[in-house]
């Protein structure tokens, strides 16, 4: 999976929402050692970001993946976070029905602010399935959420690497299939 600078497309994708529903853990799962940018290109507004390389349908990808790292109290992020923004990640833990009101009440809206472009593909992640029986969020209510907001939704564990994979390939698909 590692080729270098050599790639068809090249798109960047946001994890967004609230602390510890496991945003980071997400994109260690999801990223090979290949690749990285060097620590120095991180700028400075607190973010990470990482680079996974994926081929679909004969297609090299490059994806750039943003993270938060810890700033992501409301207001924070602002505009700079999600300009050009090929693909959303929002993300709450089903152990906790905090993170997911949060989407509405905080992610939701932070999104219709900052996000410019009318095309950006949203994906909403449901983490921690592996911790069901402390499960505070029903799928039917993620599923709700996400037809509501025009959003793919899975669940998944970062811990068990359930369905991780699958949440990133899925939402590089969609962004393919862009006009
Ligand atoms: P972030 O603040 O959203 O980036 O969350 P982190 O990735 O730092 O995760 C917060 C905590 O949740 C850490 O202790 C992780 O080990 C834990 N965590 C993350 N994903 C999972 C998961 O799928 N299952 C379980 N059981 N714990 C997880």
């Known amino acids: ?59 090299k990808l ?19 976070y999600y300009r050009g923004a090929h693909g959303i990640f929002l993300v709450y833990d089903v152990t906790s029905r905090e993170t997911f009101t949060n989407l509405s009440k905080i992610w939701a809206k932070e999104l219709d602010l900052y996000c410019s472009n009318p095309d950006c593909i949203k994906i909403l992640v449901g983490n921690k399935v592996d911790m ?15 037809k509501k907001h025009k959003c793919l939704f899975h669940e998944c564990s970062a811990k068990t690497q359930e369905n991780v994979n699958e949440c990133f390939k899925e939402l590089a698909v969609k962004i393919l299939e862009v006009p």
């Open 1 to 59: 999976e590692c080729f270098g600078t050599n790639y068809d497309y090249s798109f960047k994708v946001l994890l967004v929402g609230d602390s510890a529903v496991g945003k980071s853990s997400l994109l260690h799962s999801f990223i090979t050692n290949c690749q990285q940018l060097p620590q120095d290109l991180a700028p400075t507004i607190g973010v990470d970001f990482k680079i996974k390389l994926l081929t679909i349908g004969g297609k």
């Open 62 to 80: 490059k994806l750039t993946i943003w993270d938060t790292a810890g700033q992501e109290r409301f207001g924070m992020l602002a505009s700079s």
């Open 132 to 146: 069901d029986s402390a499960r505070a969020v029903a799928m039917e209510e993620g599923l709700a959420f996400a």
